[in-house]
């Protein structure tokens, strides 16, 4: 099953996609994740990718592209995939279409969290980021096992910039101006699947499995 997963910044993305991650066995893949890997594996496409983030440009939708069909194309991915971060805009969602439709492939559901943006607001104040390995936490919904350090590589956890009342704002302005059109697009596509976002997560969990038929 071949999944993207919607949603504003803080919407809870990130958790369900790991959750259904684990349910169904297949990777939950996020552009971080893949512009990480390729940077530190020196391969082509990262070598590209790492030219404009160190001159702190956007990497460009084509690059963008061809990073994430290059990872949905490893042997991991045969039983499908959820995409987290990505299509971020209506040249990539086409983009994806198109690669996919080459090989005969095609996005199952695209799952969009519904959550307002106070809430959201919110939220994202009590998020924990690891800025060694890239793991996310939150204080009250998912907390790391120690007060303060990553599960996973020990190193302390920090309230990053970017989840800061005021930066979650702004955030929020460009996700409505730039990325919620791809709402639209994948209603037309016909695959699209609205999930109330502000339940528990163990709540918005059964509605999404629920709705997909897992």
Do not use: W
């Amino acid at each position: 099953m071949k999944l993207v997963m919607l949603g504003a910044p803080g919407a809870g993305k990130g958790s369900q996609a790991i959750t259904l991650s684990e349910k169904l066995n297949i990777p939950h893949i996020s552009t971080g994740d893949i512009f990480r890997a390729n940077i530190k594996e020196g391969t082509p496409l990262g070598v590209k990718a790492k030219e404009f983030i160190d001159k702190g440009e956007l990497v460009p939708d084509e690059l963008v592209t061809d990073l994430v069909v290059d990872r949905v194309g490893k042997d991991d991915c045969k039983n499908g995939y959820i995409l987290d971060g990505f299509p971020r805009t209506i040249p990539q969602a086409r983009d994806l279409k198109k690669a996919l439709e080459d090989k005969a492939m095609k996005i199952d559901f695209a799952i969009n969290l519904l959550v307002d943006d106070d809430v959201i607001v919110g939220r994202m104040g009590g998020r924990r980021a690891c800025l060694n390995c890239g793991a996310t936490y939150h204080i009250v919904n998912m907390p790391p096992k120690k007060e303060g350090i990553c599960d996973h590589c020990g190193e302390r956890l920090v309230l990053r910039d970017d989840d800061k009342p005021e930066t979650v704002k702004n955030r929020l302005t460009v996700y409505h101006e730039k990325t919620q059109p791809l709402i639209d697009f994948y209603k037309e596509e016909g695959c699209l699947v609205d999930i109330d976002g502000t339940k528990a997560p163990d709540e918005v969990f059964k509605d999404i499995t629920r709705a997909i038929g897992v």
